[in-house]
């Protein structure tokens, strides 16, 4: 039995990678640790997207209506990552399940396989 997991991209793109299941972990905090980066990133753009115009005279209000498309473009990109990073996040832990479970299940069938009588 390999100590191996293969991942694919999980919108099913083709892509993905292999790395060891002792390593899962630390791919796994990786992959957590940008996930909470694209919530403050999000929280930012959320100042981006909906700036006031700092006066009332045309100058600002022009520049408010450049900035606050800017900044929602940015906030759904954000949000479409955050979602991405999620279900990888969410496959990777499915990942880590099956094999906890096949090796628990392995160890299982060898200690029955020691207690039989010879």
């Known amino acids: 039995m390999g100590n191996e997991v293969n991942m694919s991209a999980p919108a099913g793109g083709g892509g993905g990678f292999t790395f060891d299941a002792d390593k899962i972990d630390g791919v796994i905090k990786k992959w957590q ?47 479409k ?9 969410d496959a990777l832990t499915a990942a880590k399940q099956k094999i906890t479970t096949k090796e628990s299940d392995a160890s299982a069938d060898l200690s029955k396989t020691g207690n039989q009588p010879t």
Do not use: H, T
């Open 33 to 79: 640790d940008l996930q909470a980066d694209l919530k403050r990133d999000y929280d930012d753009a959320n100042l981006m997207a909906n700036v006031k115009a700092p006066g009332k005279e045309f100058a600002s209000g022009d520049w408010e209506k450049l900035a606050n498309p800017s900044g929602k473009a940015f906030l759904e990109q954000n949000q």
């Open 81 to 89: 990552m955050q979602d991405y990073v999620k279900n990888y996040i």
